[in-house]
């Protein structure tokens, strides 16, 4: 196929995939925002006046970052996990690899609906936030690479959940028990600084600490661990995971049920 055709696929594609979204909005957008709120009133208002500064800076100020990124993970890995399986289980993948459309085009397609669900709610969510606290940006370029580069690898990794599910059990398995229980010890309610050296050092095995940091520094300039090691290791787990992703729809094994 010519460069101009694989484009045309691809956009079709992500069409495809945002028309979904936007279709069923009060599945997808609507939820992560009422859940956010919550948080906020919840941690942010009742629990966070007690609590007072963490890291410098109000409480409520704190946790925005992390409840972003939060809401970023779960809807870009939500989104191509549920959209990749149920074309999976419909046996509707199956055109699209017999045809002549890139590969490519395909992953990222499914990819671009994920980042395009993942960053409105990043924005819905920012905006929320406004109403209960101040926002600001110190780092520019750390804020969008990080949340860019975060939906990109949580959008890969539910298309590898998906391509390796064979029921819809399966696509909830990695949310519930891993996702979940890594970002809310992904320091997003609290500081490293706040934990004994022994639940420090067990912290920086967790992968999603590095990212709610990053993003925090991007807005907040205050971060427990080193933004510049956090970026590098989103970049080539991002690198890492589409290598995986494009193999297995290549393959086309994982694809059949």
Sequence with gaps: ????????????????????????????????????????????????????????????????????????????????????????????????????VSKHAILMGYIGGGIFRGLIIAIIVSIVALFFTKLGIEHLFVTIFTVLGTSILFSLGGFINAAYARSFDDITIIPSFVLTPLTFLGGVFYSMENLSPFWYNISLLNPIVYMVNAFRFGILGYSDVNVWYSMAAIFVFCVVFY?????????????RL
């Design 1 to 100: 196929m010519s460069a101009a055709k694989k484009w045309i696929a691809f956009q079709t594609i992500l069409v495809k995939e945002i028309r979904r979204i936007l279709r069923i909005w009060p599945q997808t957008l609507l939820p992560p925002v009422i859940t956010m709120a919550l948080y906020f009133v919840i941690f942010g208002k009742m629990i966070g006046s007690r609590v007072g500064d963490m890291g410098g800076v109000p409480y409520m100020q704190f946790i925005v970052p992390g409840l972003i990124m939060m809401a970023v993970i779960t809807n870009s890995y939500s989104n191509v996990v549920s959209s990749f399986f149920s074309a999976k289980f419909t046996a509707s993948i199956e055109e699209l690899l017999v045809s002549p």
């Design 243 to 255: 290598v995986i992703s494009y193999r297995l729809l290549s393959d086309g094994s994982r694809i």
